[in-house]
């Protein structure tokens, strides 16, 4: 066939191969072609997925019955909020938070979630920069413990103080009331 | 064949374009894979974004970060590099080499493999010179601009005349399992390409996608996830099964494997795309086909490593020896390790975990570095002694690049499992019974992973430096030798393609699968008795197409054999099996109501100064660290899901006004879907100005020159003219005055705002419209019918 530069001498013969093993007779460029069964275990893996994705599109993947993705997100995040209620505590106790900044190990809480949380914007020693003094006289959204409670929760979007109640949660946004109170002599109950 | 006419000439092949691709492709692999280690180092050094620049000229160049250099825009020229300058030149010279041999003719026209050689670099070199300049279209892997898109259009369909010409002029009458792979990559190719980048032009670089959204994300996947399968992986299977058994000198493992290998794989990845959306706002149905096509692959892709592997059957002791067989195990093994994982990260429940994260990161390198970079050294190891008709320079040169090539992918693959699957853990973690995220700030889970990304850079630059060694070992091969041409004597008489060109279609095989892809569809789209319908169809046809088979094998193998002799025919059926599994995803979707697909939500039109600073935001490549879709999942709504204006996942009128849509891929720093009002206009101005002074240890790079450059206001009315177009609903009679006076007093507001934080700038500059972009971000109406 060919002159190329391969020489045929490589080419396998059908005489010299095992019974049952096809050789397609056909040589293009010097590359032969077996016709050897497809493995077994190889054809299970074909099968076995396809039999697995029809049985998934139509029973397992079915919204009619699980609901959409959807209306199961919305369960989940039910559960989760009635599990948030059974364990949510009463933030407008100002003597609570009070109590707390008094329990070394509540302040110290606080003072981790604030220096990675809130420190960029309160400082270091919560002096203030992009957000206010917290250790002056000054309190623009009130200074009562459930009041700053509520501004972190909740925020001041205006003034570009973020809500932090779904990201920290009500303990430890408690906590941080509570570290604020510590280090601010002019909080007191 | 050649008993008729005993008459020959000789041919001899164009070999020269081979090797010049080859260089190509080794020199723009170096510049790629070179790029590739830059950003790696990026992710960890915050001043490889410019500030190193300042420390190299020892304070000659001063400089808090350079515009041309900040991973943003580096990440597509990385990409763009490997996919299209790289693996798209090797490609090039893989199947220039093997079509001409493999059809025993010369490439039909010089002239047109010229025009595709040269004007294939100067793609590379606009690309080159417009991503780092901050020109894009803002798509993924689909960067370019629209002026560039038509080039490459152009220069596309040079080389599928060229290849479809060559065919036809063959002296070999039946088609070889390489070129069937060959003819797959330039037909799908270019209806992906064409579909992906229909775009509306506002300025001479500058244009909008047509779709936007959902479709756009939808149409986007489509074409990038096809990307992956038809210019990364089909044509290197159409190499692997020309190269292989030519290296090893034995007989390819099977022909049958060959067929179903061939067809399901072209049928079925089409169909794959959505897995990039998984838990997305994209309607279920769509990410539940793109979930189980993902898992019908496995066995596909799987018949191509066995092809190859067990074609290396025999030659096993060569592995010792021949570097080339060595990287042809290797890639062949990487190959079905990528295409393994790959169905496992489009699980929608692994996915909830892969996504946004490194995982995926590291199961594309896997596929690029492992199976396209090993398969292309073995390639050229292989093609350099024959194209200069001497020996390779030196073994022990490939076999230390085999080694470090491996050690470095090795690192690499395994660093991005472990940063991935942490990092993903990290953000889903919660605590207190379930009730608060665990890493609430997004930065304690990236400080987690810095160590393990930087064993990312040090993988990567092991497998350049292998590169580089190949590169080497080429350049001395071809200097030790002479450039040669190969010839093949062939007999003059030529083979007819023309007769029963149409017969192919009425054959038993193709008539069974349209008509059981029909009823399928039907059970699809369906409900109630139809759907009923449509399976009892599909089982029957099934049966009766098995029954059949059983019955006439020996005809429907005459029939293949025959198909294998029509170039044209097996096209055709080609592109029908292609374009099926996107026809009917994306029809529906892009022809659907607008109004029916917004689950109650409407995004609010952005005003002109926002759609300045969208711009700018899509033109600085945000969308490559930065997500804007939150999932349905409980983690990603207790994240992102209450800032801002509130109200959970992200629905799809959220972003229907995005044109091209921001969903992203990758989350190297938060999502930013609610972004808006979120926090204060100075926290915005200080955080781009320098990142580190607002959020310690972030890896964001500074961007100082947006508070150098205006803001292009004279192209807003072209650009809202086009918007318009689209359908978002701009004032019809907007003049060019109340474009300026609607941005002059925003600007101004957002000017004043600042200057009361002591935050100075002018209302001209870019970060003016950045941040009116950021603090619109999540804001939308309800429409009170809400779709469920």
């Not at chain 1, 609570?96 to 220096?115: C, D, I, K, P, R």
């Not at chain 1, 972190?152 to 949660?169: D, F, N, R, Y």
């Not at chain 2, 072209?266 to 897995?275: D, E, K, N, S």
Request: charged share 15%; with cysteine.
């Amino acid at each position: 066939m060919s002159t190329d530069d391969h020489k045929d001498s490589h080419l396998v013969k059908q005489e010299d191969l095992p019974e049952g093993v096809i050789l397609r007779d056909h040589v293009v460029d010097g590359i032969q072609e077996y016709d050897q069964r497809l493995p077994f275990w190889w054809l299970c893996i074909l099968f076995g997925v396809i039999a697995f994705s029809i049985v998934y599109w139509l029973v397992l993947d079915d919204r009619s019955f699980n609901g959409s993705a959807h209306q199961e997100l919305e369960a989940q995040l039910q559960a989760v909020a009635a599990k948030r209620l059974a364990n949510s505590i009463d933030v407008t106790n100002d003597d609570l938070f009070f109590e707390m900044a008094g329990t070394a190990q509540f302040v110290s809480a606080g003072e981790n979630t604030y220096m990675t949380n809130c420190v960029a914007c309160h400082g270091k020693e919560l002096q203030g920069g992009i957000g206010f003094n917290l250790v002056d006289e000054e309190w623009v959204h009130g200074s009562k413990p459930s009041e700053i409670y509520n501004t972190i929760a909740h925020g001041v979007p205006e003034k570009g103080m973020q809500a932090w109640e779904s990201q920290l949660g009500q303990k430890r946004i408690a906590e941080v009331v509570a570290f604020v109170l510590s280090k601010n002599p002019g909080l007191k109950p | 064949m050649n008993t008729n006419n005993t008459k020959t000439t000789t041919v001899v092949y164009d070999d020269d374009s081979v090797r010049k691709f080859m260089i190509a492709s080794i020199f723009w692999g170096l510049v790629g894979m070179g790029a590739g280690v830059l950003i790696a180092t990026q992710l960890n050094y915050w001043q490889m974004n410019g500030k190193f620049l300042e420390w190299i000229t020892f304070g000659w160049l001063k400089s808090e970060g350079v515009e041309f250099l900040t991973f943003g825009r580096l990440r597509p020229l990385h990409t763009n590099a490997a996919i299209f300058a790289f693996v798209g030149n090797m490609m090039f010279a893989g199947i220039y080499y093997s079509t001409q041999r493999l059809c025993r003719v010369r490439m039909a026209s010089d002239l047109l493999t010229k025009i595709n050689l040269w004007g294939w670099q100067f793609i590379i070199v606009c690309a080159a010179i417009t991503l780092p300049a901050g020109y894009t279209r803002g798509k993924e892997y689909a960067e370019l601009i629209w002026p560039i898109n038509i080039l490459v259009a152009v220069i596309w369909l040079v080389f599928a005349a060229n290849f479809f010409w060559t065919l036809a002029k063959r002296n070999e009458k039946s088609l070889y399992v390489g070129l069937w792979f060959y003819i797959a990559t330039i037909v799908t190719i270019t209806m992906l390409y064409v579909v992906n980048h229909l775009s509306i032009p506002t300025s001479f670089t500058h244009s909008y996608p047509i779709f936007g959204g959902v479709q756009d994300a939808l149409v986007q996947w489509w074409y990038g996830h096809n990307a992956v399968a038809f210019f990364l992986t089909t044509p290197m299977l159409g190499i692997m099964y020309y190269f292989v058994p030519k290296a090893a000198n034995r007989p390819v493992y099977s022909y049958r494997l060959s067929i179903i290998h061939f067809w399901s794989l072209v049928f079925i990845y089409i169909w794959a795309g959505p897995h990039h959306l998984l838990n997305t706002a994209l309607p279920e149905w769509l990410q539940s086909l793109g979930m189980i096509f993902s898992l019908m692959l496995w066995a596909p892709s799987w018949a191509g490593m066995l092809n190859g592997l067990l074609t290396l059957r025999g030659a096993w002791d060569k592995l010792l020896t021949d570097p080339i067989i060595k990287f042809f195990a290797a890639a062949v093994t990487f190959y079905g390790m990528a295409t393994f994982e790959g169905p496992l990260l489009s699980i929608k429940a692994v996915n909830a975990l892969s996504h946004y994260t490194d995982w995926t990161v590291g199961h594309v390198h896997a596929g690029t570095l492992g199976w396209n970079g090993f398969l292309a050294a073995g390639m050229f190891y292989w093609l350099a002694p024959r194209l200069w008709n001497t020996k390779l320079y030196s073994t022990t040169l490939a076999n230390a690049h085999f080694w470090l090539g491996m050690v470095g992918i090795l690192l690499y693959v395994a660093s991005m499992w472990v940063s991935g699957i942490t990092q993903g853990l990290m953000l889903n973690a919660t605590t207190e019974g379930g009730t608060v995220l665990q890493y609430p700030n997004f930065l304690d889970t990236l400080q987690a992973i810095r160590p393990v990304m930087l064993f990312r850079a040090i993988g990567g630059g092991l497998y350049l430096i292998g590169f580089f060694m190949l590169a080497y070992n080429i350049w001395k091969t071809a200097r030790s030798g002479q450039a040669v041409n190969g010839t093949v004597e062939v007999a003059t008489q030529t083979e007819s393609d023309t007769d029963k060109r149409f017969s192919t279609f009425l054959s038993a095989p193709v008539i069974y699968s349209g008509l059981i892809i029909f009823s399928v569809c039907l059970s699809i789209f369906s409900n109630g008795a139809l759907f009923i319908f449509g399976m009892f169809l599909t089982i029957v046809f099934i049966i009766v197409a098995i029954a059949h088979f059983e019955v006439s094998k020996a005809s429907w193998n005459d029939w293949f054999e025959e198909l294998l002799s029509h170039s044209f025919g097996f096209s055709v059926l080609t592109i029908i099996a292609a374009a099926i599994g996107g026809a009917i995803q994306i029809i529906p979707t892009v022809t659907v109501q607008r109004a029916d697909n917004i689950e109650g939500r409407i995004q609010v039109p952005y005003t002109p100064l926002e759609l300045a600073g969208r711009d700018i935001y899509v033109s600085e490549g945000c969308y490559n660290c930065h997500s804007q879709m939150i999932r349905t999942l409980v983690p990603d709504v207790m994240r992102y899901g209450n800032s801002g204006q509130g109200g959970g996942y992200s629905h799809l009128g959220e972003s229907i006004y995005d044109f091209p849509y921001q969903w992203g891929s990758k989350r190297t720093g938060p999502d930013l879907a609610r972004e808006g009002s979120h926090r204060s206009d100075d926290w915005h101005y200080w955080h781009m100005l320098n990142p580190r002074d607002i959020s310690p240890g972030s890896n964001m790079p500074n961007y100082p020159w947006l508070f150098e450059k205006p803001i292009k206001v004279s192209q807003l009315p072209n650009k809202i003219h086009a918007m318009r177009m689209l359908g978002v609903p701009y004032p019809i009679d907007l003049s060019e005055e109340e474009i300026q006076a609607q941005v002059d007093e925003q600007a101004a507001g957002i000017v004043e705002r600042l200057a009361e934080k002591g935050a100075f700038t002018e209302p001209d500059r870019e970060i003016v419209a950045l941040i009116a972009y950021l603090q619109k971000l999540g804001t939308y109406t309800e429409t009170g019918d809400s779709a469920e």
